[in-house]
């Protein structure tokens, strides 16, 4: 299965999807795509030798359109689009050209926690001051509201203990790198179903 990540940072997540030893005989990363010119994650695209593009919803320098991916990824036999960290929210025409098709991977456990602004140590820090003694890493896939699609799966972890954002971000980040793999890998094997608006694995 070829699959294209769409990045906006450090690429953490894109390099565990590359390292894991599950996925090796399963998918390929055929593309990565960033709303930055440059980041991290880019720098990961080039040594592994994939493909990337800086995708913009207007024309500018620099930049592939969000109309114009849907030609580059059929040319390339994409079937999975995977957001990992992607920041900018995904316009209606382009989900609706893959549905369920497009899955994101959110560092809390939605439905709370989520929603428009909530991204990086913004939602550590949300979850350290409710005081939420859990936290954990969600994988669910994309609709037209930010962390709003029904849920894949999740991975939960104590954080009773934490005494600050960051290390709540570090335990989520151990479960993120292991979720999102194993979700991608489910998916490769077809071993998905959707009944009644609920999504299983099997
Ligand atoms: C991760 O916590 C991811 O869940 C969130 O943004 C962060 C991206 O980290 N959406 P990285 O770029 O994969 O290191």
């Known amino acids: 299965m070829n699959i ?41 695209a080039h040594q592994y030798n994939i493909p990337f593009f800086s995708v913009s919803e207007s024309k500018k320098n620099g930049f592939v359109t969000f109309q114009m991916l849907p030609s580059i990824f059929a040319e390339k036999q994409i079937e999975l689009i995977v ?43 949300a979850v350290f001051k409710s005081s939420a003694k859990v936290s954990g890493a969600t994988v669910h896939f994309v609709n037209e509201n930010y962390d709003e699609g029904l849920i894949i799966d999740q991975a939960a972890v104590s954080i009773a203990d934490a005494n600050s954002a960051e290390e709540i971000a570090q335990r989520v980040l151990i479960l993120e790198h292991a979720l999102l793999p194993s979700v991608i890998a489910k998916i490769a094997q077809r071993k998905i179903e959707i009944k009644n608006n609920r999504v299983y694995l099997i």
């Open 83 to 125: 957001l990992a960290g992607f920041l900018k929210l995904i316009p209606k025409d382009f989900i609706g050209t893959f549905p369920f098709k497009i899955i994101n991977i959110h560092p809390a456990l939605l439905p709370s926690f989520g929603g428009k602004g909530m991204y990086g140590n913004r939602v550590h820090e």
């Open 4 to 44: 294209a990540v769409f990045v906006s940072g450090r690429g953490s997540n894109l390099h565990a999807i590359l390292n894991s030893a599950e996925l090796e005989a399963l998918c390929r990363i055929s593309v990565v795509c960033s709303d930055k010119l440059d980041c991290h994650a880019f720098q990961i």
